[in-house]
DNA sequence: CCCAATTTTGAACAATGTTCATTTTTTTCT
DNA sequence: AGAAAAAAATGAACATTGTTCAAAATTGGG
């Protein structure tokens, strides 16, 4: 009966997870202290180490948790409409809904660094492929003369214009702009895409 | 003949921005080390606080230097094309070459984080804003209907969507894009965009 | 050349991620 | 049930860092 080792062990992991995502959510990637999550999952900082490698293996946990949130979104938002256009707009919209209701989570998505020459594990990267696939959807179905590759591209070069408009809007550092026109603004930057790709 | 003292230390100074610019260059800024600037620069790690608050602040100069840089790029982009089109296509190409050429250099002006609550001073953000003027200049002829603020946050925004596209692309976390494939995205990317503009 | 002011120094401190010998808990065996 | 073995949890100790500051070295003026 030794089952109930491991749900202690699981027990501990997620209590470690979620008390990261609590840190993190609060106070953001840069004040997370491995002290502090111990203590908040009431283990001894020594225990951490018995479940993740490290604490970048926490975060790595913390984040993948946010993108499955994330599909979520992103699946409702392609529910919401029918044409593509007004997809890619839900997408987007709620993409900027997202990281400006979630803003330490979303950041530490994207904040996080893991230290040099150390690659995210594959399974993590593969999740964020699946976001990709929400965009493509739509993007499909408004340039149907594109083959699987050149969309799967397009999709990411689309969600990275989309990501650099909330990103360097919401993190404010310099190139601010006002809260409440970036949606305004990010509504009318992907109709403009949209509309080029009619010319084309 | 005290102008003696006033040289000096600007020499310590620049030998400390150009040592961390090259400790930058080489292993990027998450390998930064206080104790690395002083040895290169022949000094004692005590004498760095003499001439700069803290290792942030030293970072910020380099920034500094590296918006100077980027300034340079972005002109010469400005005067190497006629047409409005031509300009932002040659001021996003040359972005994005800045980027690959200058990876670390150029992505710690972005992955840089002052400690929780110090806004970047003034002057560090004003020098980002010049950069945003040579965005302005084409795009004002493209669109002669806008006023000076709309003008400005339509840079902005322009501006944030080419970084996410050469971010995402060149950090490479995930949605990564073949980086020979990068620039043809981006060149019909801004073309998209201008194409849109027509149809408003 | 000497003294006071200034600058430079690097040892010491505090914060933090990580390890590991020791203690505590759990499981297994009789 | 009780003892021995195995596993897990613990937190003190260590290594690495940014930063400080008392002491030593340097400098400029008289």
Known sequence: MSGKREAKKEALRQAIINAARQRIAESGLDEL???????????????????????????????????????????????????????????????????TENRNIWSALFNHRLPEGAPAPEWHVAEHLVLMRWIAIPLAKLRPNLDEKALAVQSRILFAAVHGIVSLSLEGRFVAVRRRDIETQLIQFINDIIRGFDKE
């Open 33 to 99: 202290r491995a002290r502090d999550i111990a203590k908040d999952a009431d283990c001894a900082v020594g225990s951490l180490y018995t479940v993740f490698s490290d604490v970048d293996d926490v975060v790595l946990h913390v984040n993948s948790s946010t993108l499955t949130q994330l599909g979520s979104v992103m699946e409702a938002a392609s529910k919401s409409a029918d044409s593509p256009q007004e997809v890619l707009v839900a997408l987007a919209v709620e993409y900027l809904k997202f990281a």
